[in-house]
């Protein structure tokens, strides 16, 4: 029977889509599309914006963006969401649509900066999206509880991990804020994120 397959790349946006596929038990293949491939009219098919993650489902059918992955995978997934027209269901909608729509592409403006504007904006588009997301890490040390949603775990968690790991100076960040350096080491032997973690190909 066919299973889920994932577009993606190593330690990057697809790891959200394999810690939530592990959390619902679901088997899965995984490959990493060059930027050939992704620039490929039947990748675009897939994804029009030619980027990674996709999730092709055992239907045929196909979900782009990360934060639409989430939504669709929380269905197998019951045990990570907190209760309907709960406070903790406010926070986690919140928090997470934060992390997808205003730090994940901070985070692409400082790894991706060449796709932003000239060479001589660099410094600045980077030092800009930084702010962005050292202002948000602040607001995230004062809700960790010792996560998002207290004892807890959602999807936002597993998200808020994943993004961690692309800071250019993650001492930095860790440094004024205990509670998210914590909760990052806690994630971190969390078994779906460690086994996830240990398949990443190696980096070319
Ligand atoms: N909004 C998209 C962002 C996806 C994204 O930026 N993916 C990056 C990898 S982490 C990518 O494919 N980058 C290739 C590129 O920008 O050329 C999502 O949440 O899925």
């Given at each position: ?26 088997d899965y293949t995984i490959s990493f599309p ?100 050292d202002q948000l890490y602040d607001y995230i ?64």
């Amino acid at each position: 029977m066919a299973s889920y397959h994932v577009y993606g790349r190593a330690f990057a946006g697809s790891l959200i889509v394999e810690f939530m596929l592990r959390e619902a038990g679901l088997d899965y293949t995984i490959s990493f599309p060059d930027d050939a491939e992704r620039a490929s009219p039947e990748y675009r098919l897939k994804n029009p914006t030619g980027k990674i993650p996709v999730l092709t489902c055992p239907d045929g059918g196909q979900v782009f963006e990360s934060l639409a992955i989430v939504q669709y995978l929380s269905q197998f997934c019951p045990h990570l969401l907190p209760a309907s027209g709960s406070a903790a269901e406010k926070t986690y909608l919140s928090v997470l649509a934060m992390l997808g729509a205003t730090m994940y592409p901070a985070y692409h403006r400082q790894h991706h900066t060449y796709q932003y504007g000239p060479e001589a904006a660099w410094p600045e588009i980077q030092s800009l999206a930084r702010a962005v997301n050292d202002q948000l890490y602040d607001y995230i040390e004062g809700v960790l509880n010792p996560y998002i949603c207290g004892e807890m775990l959602t999807p936002a968690d597993f998200y808020l991990y994943m993004i961690s790991r692309w800071n250019l100076d993650k001492d930095a960040m860790r440094a004024s804020r205990p509670k998210l350096a914590s909760a990052l080491d806690r994630l971190y032997t969390h078994p779906s994120i460690a086994a996830t973690l240990a398949s990443q190909p190696k980096r070319k």
